[in-house]
């Protein structure tokens, strides 16, 4: 089926033979659906802390911090802004010029509120020799739109969301690539480093440290910190294979073979290269104005000194199975601490033998830990925390998107539509084992919760296989904690009229 053409081709970016023969099977066969217990709330997988226990969390955090801890803040930032943009795209391509949309009406009637509005005007006067009032004034809306969007203008519908202005401040607006800079000093610096890592697409990767390198020595005065800013990008071993509708290769018209980008769960493989104590993570459009930023602060404090604690709990138990202390009283100590601390049910280990118990606890501590922050359901797309099966029999607790869910299962997709919270990406995750060795975390991606979906390439009906989602399958076999934080801690960008809500605008 392959030739040498296509085997050098593999070579070349560093894909094995068995992974596409694996890939090709997987098309035909595709993924299971997950097997549910039911969708985590309060009490039953969430935990809501006191405001006393809020307390000892943050306090827990800053004393960890005081150590000089290797902490790192790791945005994925590779993608572009051009579905933000799509009401703006269909307006230039629409049969009339003026806003007739509530979409396009709300844009314009807003468009002094953006942050980039200053630069647009600037842009307009520079390629029409008019400012946007004066197009405006003409009936000329086109015109302002292809300034931000066109190659020419800004070419906001080729960047990346990290670099477009998002917020307005007296000394200048900023972007959200600054935001996290501000953020990472705000709650992830210690020892007076802030470390902070963007993963960004090839086409870029330049522009992202172009805008690094102008900004960072006045965050850095500002808030009396030394940043280290590395990038990555998603390695194209990660790549997957396309497929024809009868699961065959796709080619290109040139015969080579067509590979896609695995999606962001290509990226547990750039997480896995970073060599830290803690990790927090957070894409790139959810920040705030520094106005209100301190929900936010307080809450990624909050889930720090949670992690800290649950992990020191682990690393002293995995320390004592590991040295033979274990007694029949500590094993049912350490058993009690998996299933209530780590939320790992398994019905079955009160009955295992001392021997086969003691191994069943080695296994479920000596494993990475994520604490994810969820907020309450407000009918937004996108996963949500469950509590579901593992293939060893086990329940733990799981971020599920909605293609992982059986939609003809009656009860499952009433768990699904009923869940009570929802996952906004606020991660912190503990990437090493007691020893200080760090865990090499593809061996812990569940690699059967993959996804297929149809595309096309030049009029050609696809298969498109994407890998296990970073904060789905690819953190499956994580132990894993959900913590309710506030709405205030949620605010994506997904349209540019999202940045004229009161959130973007303070």
Request: proline content about 5%; overall charge negative; charged content about 25%.
């Amino acid at each position: 089926m392959l030739s040498q053409q296509d085997l050098k081709q593999l070579a070349e970016k560093g894909i094995s033979l068995e992974q596409i023969e694996n890939q090709l099977n997987e098309f035909k066969t595709g993924f299971p659906f997950l097997r549910l217990e039911g969708a985590a709330a309060i009490g039953n997988g969430i935990i809501s802390p006191s405001e006393e226990e809020r307390k000892e969390h943050i306090a827990r955090w800053n004393a960890y911090k005081a150590e000089g801890k290797d902490i790192v803040k790791f945005v994925p930032a590779s993608g572009a802004a051009s579905r933000m943009f799509k009401d703006m795209f269909a307006f230039l391509d629409a049969p009339y010029d003026v806003p007739t949309t509530d979409f396009e009406k709300a844009f314009f009637k807003g468009i002094k509120q953006f942050a980039f509005y200053n630069a647009l005007d600037a842009k307009c006067r520079e390629t029409s020799g008019k400012g946007i009032d004066e197009l405006i004034a003409a009936g000329d809306y086109k015109a302002v739109v292809a300034g931000m969007l066109r190659p020419q203008g800004l070419n906001y519908g080729q960047l990346p969301k990290g670099l477009l202005l998002f917020h307005n401040y007296e000394n200048g607006p900023r972007t959200p690539l600054e935001e996290h800079l501000v953020e990472g000093a705000l709650y992830a610096a210690s020892g007076g480093r802030a470390n902070i890592h963007f993963t960004v697409s090839h086409e870029h990767a330049q522009l992202f440290q172009e805008k690094v390198e102008e900004k960072k020595d006045a965050y850095a005065r500002k808030f009396n910190v030394e940043y280290d800013v590395t990038f990555s990008e998603q390695k194209p071993s990660t790549d997957t294979i396309a497929a024809n509708p009868d699961n065959t290769p796709f080619r290109n018209d040139d015969g080579s073979l067509l590979f896609r980008p695995g999606g962001h769960g290509a990226l547990i493989e750039n997480l896995n290269d970073i060599r830290a104590d803690v990790v927090f993570i957070k894409n790139i459009d959810n920040v705030v104005p520094d106005s209100l930023k301190a929900d936010t602060v307080e809450y990624k404090q909050l889930i720090g000194g949670i992690l800290v604690g649950v992990q020191q709990k682990a690393f002293r138990y995995a320390q004592l199975l590991d040295e033979g202390n274990a007694d029949s009283a500590l094993l049912e100590e350490i058993r009690l601490f998996v299933e209530n601390d780590l939320c790992c049910k398994n019905p079955a280990a009160a009955k295992l033998s001392p021997e086969e118990l003691v191994a069943y606890l080695r296994e479920k501590l000596n494993r990475p830990i994520r604490v994810c922050g969820v907020v309450r359901n407000v009918g937004e797309p996108g996963g949500g925390p469950f509590l579901a099966y593992n293939s060893d029999g086990t329940v733990s607790l799981q971020i599920l998107e909605s293609s992982q869910i059986d939609k003809n299962n009656a009860q499952y997709l009433a768990m699904f539509t009923g869940g009570t919270h929802f996952n906004p990406v606020d991660l912190v995750c503990a990437v090493k084992n007691y020893k200080g060795e760090p865990y090499n975390l593809p061996d812990f991606v569940d690699k059967t919760t993959g996804f297929i979906s149809s595309k096309s390439k030049n009029g050609r009906e696809l298969r498109a296989l994407e890998l296990p989602g970073l904060w789905n399958g690819a953190m499956s076999n994580w132990s894993t904690i959900f913590v309710e934080v506030p709405l205030t801690t949620f605010n994506p960008v997904k349209t540019v009229n999202d940045l004229l809500r009161p959130q973007h605008q303070a």
